[in-house]
């Protein structure tokens, strides 16, 4: 993985972790907690999770290939989930997790 | 700080995380999420900090201090909300952020 | 996962945790640093993946079985790592790290 | 605290945990690792509190003084440790986490 890779998953992963934070602040917020639920959770998953990454990313980890592949395992889920709920921030948060998911499964090829 | 005191400040920290994370997995499946919605995030703020500083401690962190003072404060804040709730989880929740708060304070003073 | 399985995984996690943590440190400290720096990178990369996927147990993570896949990978490497070091403290982080790939290889058949 | 002062703190603290890091790997590759173990051992802390404060950031907690007053503390002392080295990623590193302290410290006064 070069400089520039490294960059564009790192970029990835982070707006990734910020959305699903946003995401889960927000949902939290709604009128209907109770349908968020299922969001809320996953939102916290994918956050800690990519925060995760990004800072093994940041320190060479050996392990890159298969924390990415679980990765992208659970930004897909938290996108599916997400794209469900017509909120703003919901729609947000499955695009930057599908692209985080995308870029992640690019790198394990 | 002694091996006795350091087992006793890690099992207040690790009982409070899991404390903290049962009842934000339980507080999710309530009926009314809605009005558990300030007990999901204070438990996710309070199991991510006990286990950040329960990690800390085990690698005989130099700032256990500082981390010791925040946990009590944030242990504090989420027992005050976990004991309006009369949930199991809730009450459970409350009296392991009390200790766990009251063993942090007694290593800081 | 019934109660009393989930209460051996967070056990094996947890000592696997704090004896990498406690070996992280203790290499630190060993006149030859230069000898032990694989250990104490891959120390660090397993206590922090274990404290992850401690915290995700206590929160019923969708994501078990794949974490735990992961999980058994690191701590075979950290066991492998440390069993070639005779310190006491990488000896005794090896037998924990085995014992946790082990249990977490045991979960996810 | 409006939007361009979070992206301000956020992007401080996100430098901070790379250059800690990446500092951090460095050090282990050094010829003389033993001179660097105390610069290591801060790499993580520091490397680890602004990962996790950027999350915090992120999911708006209500802690945040609390924690950025920690933050500052810790990347002071990041700062003072690696001023010390004369290496690239040493004096990268600390210009990092005296930014990185000066930014915590301006929204906690």
């Not at 298969?66 to 709920?85: M, Q, Y």
């Amino acid at each position: 993985m070069n400089e520039m890779q490294k960059d564009e998953l790192t970029k990835a992963l982070h707006d990734c972790m910020e959305a699903c934070n946003h995401c889960y602040d927000a949902c939290l917020e709604e009128e209907d907690v109770k349908m968020m639920s299922a969001c809320i959770r996953l939102d916290r998953e994918c956050a800690d999770f990519c925060g995760f990454v990004e800072q093994a990313v940041s320190r060479d980890t050996p392990f890159l290939e298969e924390l990415l592949n679980v990765c992208a395992t659970i930004c897909k889920a938290c996108a599916d989930e997400c794209r469900g709920h017509s909120h703003d921030h919901c729609q947000h948060c499955a695009q930057m997790c599908d692209k985080c998911a995308e870029v992640c499964a690019s790198f394990t090829a």
